[in-house]
């Protein structure tokens, strides 16, 4: 059992991360705070593409003395292309997470509240 | 033995009414003389095409049209076949006396929105047209269901609540009828099966098992059945009464419910065929609903004060003599339900226009208020005796003819239970109208109002309706052919040798 | 010519790009600018049909990098097909919608909206072309961000249903990430050839299997399937009229697109079938989602949330199609995009117009509209009939291949519920064909609508009311016309372009 946790660490910490966030998302009334588990949730994937990518006693991909005959392996380098993908991840994570914080500065203004049963009640009138 | 080749006509037929249409909805209400008269040339150029087709037919020529593949390895297609013919001619000839009859109504009654109605009108009689036509099943299901759309604004014409509610209840049940068409269609087509008309039918051919022929057959024939009127499927007829009476005349006892019948003759002829539904067993059903049918019916007739109403119930009835004709699976029973196809037609039709008539002129629909009628629109009520004594089945009318081959019909197949039936459902034919003709020129009316005859838009059709279902009977070649296209389906769908034959063999 | 896979989505983000400092220098040319870049799209689009159908499959490696290490994009049949869907109808709705923009949006934001508009379609078409998992995620992205923000600016009502709507779809994209991620670690590849190649070694293990059902769960809340269905009708109901007669008929439907693809180029043969229920999940969901989506709609009284739960249920036909899994039903699905986008356009429009010209969204004050806005009505009612299924017009037709296809799977549940969802749509389209041509006009109407979009002002007596402008009508007409020319010439289209494409 032990094993099992220690071995697959990363994959439950993701699992945590993305019941945390989940958990946030629908859980939670206050608008802000479903931002807060939205982005948590974002940063489980991360977290997995990166793990993913690790190689036990790889270094930085970062190929040097081409020239003078070496052949370099790749199982001695952790896998970039990962990195380079959730590079990308993040950029989308930040632009939703900028568009959603610019609603919810329109949603106070109009409403007063970020209490999303305040809202439905403001709405439903 | 017959030959089919290549023609525009069919598609002109089905075009002609659709181009009326066009017209009166482009004329609108601003020039209501200039938008009525195009029913009228519409109307006649459309028997001038179908009188043309007729003649092809007649010398076992089938004129043909393939317009479009409407899905792959299904064709759209038209054909007027002798059985087409019969559904076509009549709807067709009674359009340009119905045309007439509903300018003198609308007009008559002031009615509301009569571009509307109109058009709606003539895109019936376009769909009944293809009905008529229709090659195979997935092109007769198509005009199934705009005959289904376009006679939708008709019924619910006048708007009322009562409109809008028999509306929903027709769109309910003969939307649902098409459903089951179209399911069928496409199981036919995943069969691998074409579904082109064939006198005799195509399904014993496919060697399918029996569930499957069960099930094809429970879906068509109630698909069919809902225009039909069948009963335990009939209730949205009554209720569609309630459109204006040229619609109920010519939608509800010529143009609908006979797509309906015809749809049946299509699927037991010419789908299924006798052989197959002999072994099926599958006619004994259809046979002891639609008997049933028959005898609930008059008698439900007999108790309708409201003149539409009785008169639905007697439609009812009449309609399933003819699926009982064609349920008998014998030549000469589905020689006499053809034939009672037009002769119902000719004879209901008048009836009904009676009934606009005297609404028109009078504003009176019950049956017990007719006293004295007959002596003050004697034409009229001369029409409406005519076609009593048709319905009834009293030689020499038209419907005596058709009777006496029903009867004889099932008297050969050994079916003396459904003679019985026939004979009983004459007696009460005679009983819910007689009564009526009785009232009208027997007693006095009881106010002193003098009522005349109704315009002569209206009369004029009535009278030679009236006339027709006599001389019909007399001549049952005028002009159409119904006789020679009525026998010519029955032998070739017995697989005897005619001169004309419809479908390939 | 070798350029237009990027062609069609690059110009339309360039032009996002474009427009809103068009609109600083010169408010007027905004929305010229807007369509010239969607044309010059609808343009490609048909050229790169054209040319998939004279010399096969065009590839293009984005920046040069020739794939498994760059990026590529692959147009076939399908993808062409779909792209000119998107880009046709948003041209047309572009046209009609710009009155109501101008009325809908502030004078200096019309330049912001119609980038967010491009940006939707650059993404949406994106989706399409793309041959790599991790850049449709990319994609679906920028589409989805752009619609948020669309939804947001309907008013008050849709400030709450915009952001619910963000937060879902998040979820969704992220799902569909990590479910790419567990594909990606199983064969080492983001190309989406290369992948159906090296998953058949894979096939085995429990990772591949969670990344199939995790890009599903991913699409499938995008696409509003049930039971991820609920973010959609708030969405929909309460985003400005120019927006939701965009989005309702492509958005969705690109999701599904997405899945289609998942289908035809990722997974191998039988995999979805064999392996991982997630056909058959399809199918059982999807026959909900009609059941559900037709029934709900029926007990709506506002017309853009019965049209909502309408898309619900027409997207859940899709997704039957999908889930059937054989050439057929994939044609019946590809074929009902199309049907679907023209008819729910032609319908949101009509509503849409409606709404503009005289203020009303309640169906039950939709009495005399028959009379006053004609052509409008015309335009809803066919595309009503088609709604319901009535040959010939295109709705018929997917339902008609959807049921073959049912048939010869033996699945007796599709063929049922397909042909009861005929009668149900019937039941909630009638409900406004009746109230619209068999009702008198009132003259005065009850209280309509609580939400404060500057529309609602406006509210004219139905009976006087007039017919909207021919900018805003004509493209209803065309989209009409395309219903029935779509369901009559419908053989042409599944020969030429849908059975070479799924086979």
Not at chain 1, 25 to 54: D, T
Not at chain 1, 83 to 99: N, P, Q, S
Not at chain 2, 40 to 66: K, Y
Not at chain 2, 445 to 473: K, Q
Request: one cysteine or more; proline letters at 4%.
């Amino acid at each position: 059992m032990i094993e099992l946790i220690s071995e697959r660490f990363p994959y439950w910490a993701t699992m945590l991360l993305l019941i945390i966030g989940l958990y946030g998302m629908l859980g939670k009334r206050s608008l802000l705070k479903k931002i807060i588990g939205l982005n948590i949730f974002q940063s489980a994937i991360i977290l997995f593409f990166i793990s993913g990518s690790m190689r036990e006693g790889g270094s930085v991909p970062i190929i040097e003395g081409l020239h003078s005959g070496a052949h370099p392996h790749p199982e001695d380098f952790v896998n970039p292309l990962p990195h380079v993908l959730m590079l990308t991840a993040i950029v989308v994570g930040v632009a939703i997470t900028g568009v959603a914080l610019s609603f919810l500065v329109r949603i106070q203004r109009e409403f007063g509240t970020l209490d999303e049963s305040i809202l439905l009640e403001e709405v439903r009138k | 033995m017959n030959e089919i080749f290549s023609s525009p006509l069919p598609l002109i037929a089905v075009l002609i009414p659709v181009g009326a249409a066009m017209l009166i909805a482009l004329t609108t209400s601003r020039h209501p003389n200039l938008r009525d008269s195009w029913s009228t040339v519409a109307a006649i150029l459309l028997v001038v095409v179908v009188l043309l087709m007729l003649n092809e037919t007649r010398q076992g020529r089938l004129a043909q049209m393939t317009i479009i593949e409407l899905s792959p390895g299904i064709d759209i297609a038209l054909r007027a076949d002798p059985a087409g013919m019969i559904f076509g001619g009549l709807a067709s000839g009674l359009w340009i006396l119905a045309g007439v009859y509903a300018v003198g109504y609308m007009r008559g009654g002031n009615e509301h929105k009569q571009t509307r109605f109109f058009s709606a009108f003539a895109l019936s009689i376009s769909a009944a047209i293809g009905v008529a036509l229709a090659e195979n099943l997935l092109t007769f299901v198509l005009f199934y269901e705009l005959l289904t759309l376009s006679t939708y604004p008709l019924v619910t014409h006048r708007e009322t609540e009562e409109a809008i509610v028999a509306g929903r209840k027709y769109l309910t049940y003969t939307l649902s009828g098409g459903l089951l068409l179209i399911g069928a269609t496409a199981w036919m087509h995943v069969l691998g099966i074409d579904a082109t008309f064939s006198a005799g039918g195509f399904l014993h051919q496919a060697g399918l098992n029996q569930a499957t022929q069960w099930g094809l057959f429970g879906m068509l024939a109630l698909g069919v059945g809902v225009k039909a009127a069948v009963m335990p499927l009939h209730s949205w007829l009554p209720s569609a009464m309630v459109a204006p009476t040229p619609v109920s005349a010519l939608l509800h006892a010529v143009a609908v419910v006979k797509a309906g019948v015809f749809g049946i003759v299509r699927v037991m002829v010419f789908v299924f065929g006798s052989a197959l539904l002999q072994e099926m067993g599958a006619w004994i059903v259809v046979a002891v609903m639609s008997g049933a049918t028959i005898v609930i019916g008059s008698t439900l007739a007999l108790r309708h004060d409201n003149l539409k109403r009785r008169l639905a119930y007697s439609t009812i009835s009449h309609l399933s003599y003819i699926v009982l004709g064609v349920a008998l699976l014998g030549p000469i029973a589905l020689t006499g339900a053809l034939l009672h196809i037009v002769g119902h037609g000719v004879t209901k039709i008048t009836l009904f226009f009676v009934a606009g008539a005297i609404h028109v002129r009078t504003h009176k629909d019950n049956v017990s208020e007719l006293d004295g009628i007959g002596r003050q629109m004697p034409i009229t009520m001369g029409a409406f005796t005519l076609a009593s004594l048709s319905m009834a089945g009293i030689p020499p009318f038209v419907l005596f003819t058709s009777k006496m081959y029903l009867g004889w019909g099932a008297a050969e197949v050994g079916q003396q239970v459904f003679l019985a039936v026939y004979l009983v459902s004459g007696v009460l034919s005679a009983g819910y109208l007689f009564p009526i003709i009785l009232r009208a020129f027997m007693r006095t009316s009881p106010d002193h109002t003098r009522y005349g005859e109704a315009d002569m838009r209206m009369v004029m059709p009535l009278a030679i309706t009236g006339v027709l279902a006599l001389v019909l009977g007399v001549l049952p070649d005028f002009p159409f052919h119904f006789y020679n296209l009525a026998h010519a389906v029955a032998d070739s769908a017995s697989g005897l040798n005619s001169t004309i034959v419809g479908g390939v063999q | 010519m070798d350029q237009l896979p990027v062609i069609i989505p690059m110009t339309l983000l360039i032009f996002s790009l474009l427009t809103p400092l068009l609109g600083q220098v010169w408010g007027g040319s905004v929305f010229a600018a807007t369509l010239c870049g969607v044309f010059i799209s609808t343009i490609a689009s048909f050229l790169a049909l054209d040319r998939v159908l004279t010399h096969g499959t065009l590839y293009y490696d984005l920046g040069g990098w020739a794939p498994p290490v760059g990026i590529e994009y692959v147009v076939d049949e399908v993808a062409a097909y779909v792209c000119v869907v998107i880009t046709t109808v948003s041209f047309l709705v572009l046209i009609s919608t710009r009155r109501w923009v101008l009325k809908e949006s502030a004078d200096r934001s019309t330049g912001i909206f119609y980038s967010l508009v491009l940006l939707l379609l650059g993404g949406l078409t994106g989706i399409v072309v793309t041959g790599d998992l991790f850049n449709l995620f990319v994609f679906l992205e920028i589409s989805s961000l752009s619609a948020y923000a669309l939804v947001f600016i309907g008013g008050r009502n849709a400030m709450l249903a915009g952001f619910r709507y963000l937060i879902i779809g998040s979820i969704g994209g992220a799902f569909y990430l990590l479910g790419v991620g567990f594909i990606y670690f199983a064969t080492g590849t983001l190309n989406m050839e290369e992948a159906r190649l090296l998953l058949p070694d894979a096939e085995a293990t429990r990772a591949v299997q969670a990344g199939a059902v995790l890009i599903f769960a991913g699409l499938g809340l995008k696409m509003g399937l049930v039971p991820m269905h609920f973010w959609l009708p708030d969405a929909y109901q309460h985003a400005p009229s120019s927006v939701n007669s965009l989005i309702s008929p492509i958005m969705t439907k690109v999701a599904a697109y997405a899945m289609l693809r998942m289908f035809l180029s990722v997974f191998p043969h039988g995999y979805l079938t064999d392996i991982v229920p997630v056909a058959d999940a399809l199918v059982i969901l999807g026959l909900i989602g009609i059941a559900f989506g037709s029934i709900a709609a029926a007990s709506q009284t506002d017309i853009r949330r019965m049209l909502a739960y309408s898309s619900i249920s027409q997207l859940a036909l899709i997704a039957v199609g999908i889930g059937l899994a054989t050439p057929l039903a994939f044609v019946a699905a590809l074929l009902h995009i199309v049907n679907h986008a023209a008819m729910k356009s032609t319908l949101f429009l009509a509503a849409a117009s409606i709404r503009l010209q005289v203020g009303l969204q309640k169906v039950h004050n939709f009495a005399g509209l028959g009379r006053s806005m004609p052509v409008t009505m015309a335009a809803f009612t066919l595309a009503a009939i088609s709604m319901v299924g009535i040959p010939p017009t295109a709705g018929f037709f997917s339902k008609w291949y959807m049921i073959q296809a049912g048939l010869n799977q033996g699945d007796w549940a599709v063929v049922v519920v397909v042909l009861l969802s005929s009668l149900l749509t019937a039941v909630y389209l009638f409900k406004v064909l009746e109230q619209a041509y068999l009702r008198p006009a009132k003259s005065n109407i009850v209280h309509d609508s609580h939400d404060d979009t500057p529309s609602s002002a406006i509210r004219t007596e139905v009976a006087r009311a007039k017919e909207s402008q021919i900018d805003v009508w004509a493209p209803l007409i065309i989209l009409a016309v395309a219903i029935v020319a779509i369901g009559v010439f419908n053989v042409v289209i599944i020969d030429n372009i849908l059975r070479p494409g799924v086979s």
